[in-house]
């Protein structure tokens, strides 16, 4: 399909007006070719996606995380591996695309589709930030089963609870990636508990002295985007060759 109509129905599906300001998304590297028909699907773009994709025809690469966070002058000058991984990719002329905050706010993004992985209802954005969604389980569960529940739903290898709030939680907040630092956003709202990733030690802190149930889940856990947009992307041709690469988690010793 044409390029200009595929990069259209992207930023209408998830607009640069929902990311976060100062966000680095849309064209990463190279130029768009005017036909697109096979895209690369990856959560980030890296030397292992990269090697596994160096001898296929690919037309675009498409990622959640941008591959150049940061003005590319200075992140090139200071980071050698990316600059590295960038001349390759920019030699075999293949361009990345990211689609990162504007997806994790979106309808049908990143925080909708976790939302539904842990069979939330009634979701709703947080009025407090957009990005954040909330929403009621069918029936009330106890702190330790929901934690059980959440890992296997979204089939994580091991997740971190702090179950210092109610014992029984229905009514779950919850945000993909490292948004840790928003759990008092749920408290104000009336949420029983906080979902959400790479909480460092201080917010944990926080959140017990807060007296409140927050439950840590790998930042990987972000991977639905790749089956998300390998569905959206057929919507619009069902012609499209979609090549989907995961990353794999690190080793739980």
């Known amino acids: 399909m044409q390029s200009s109509k595929l990069i259209y129905h992207l930023r209408k599906w998830y607009p640069k007006s929902v990311a976060c300001p100062g966000d680095f998304i849309g064209l990463q590297t190279g130029k768009l070719r005017k036909d697109t028909n096979t895209i690369l699907v990856c959560l980030d773009f890296d030397n292992d996606v990269f090697n596994k994709v160096k001898n296929e025809k690919i037309d675009l690469i498409l990622t959640h995380h941008p591959l150049i966070y940061g003005k590319r002058k200075e992140v090139l000058k200071f980071d050698p591996v990316k600059r590295a991984l960038v001349k390759k990719i920019d030699k075999l002329k293949i361009p990345v695309y990211s689609m990162h905050t504007n997806f994790d706010t979106g309808i049908d993004g990143m925080n909708d589709n976790l939302a539904n992985a842990i069979g939330l209802r009634n979701i709703k954005s947080l009025k407090a ?40 939680v229905k009514k779950v907040a919850i945000c993909g990636g490292a948004a840790g630092g928003c759990f008092k956003m749920a408290i104000d709202e009336g949420y029983d508990v906080y979902v959400s990733g790479d909480a460092p030690h201080h917010i944990r802190h926080d959140v017990n002295c807060y007296q409140f149930n927050y439950l840590e889940i790998w930042h990987e856990a972000e991977q639905i985007f790749i089956p998300v947009m390998a569905r959206r992307l057929k919507t619009l041709d069902r012609k499209l060759k979609i090549i989907t690469v995961n990353q794999p988690y690190p080793k739980v010793i």
């Open 129 to 168: 930030d957009p990005m954040i969604r909330g929403g009621n389980l069918k029936e009330a569960m106890e702190i330790n089963a929901f934690a059980r529940y959440v890992k296997k739903a979204l089939n994580l290898p091991n997740v971190y609870l702090i179950n210092r709030g109610k014992k029984m």
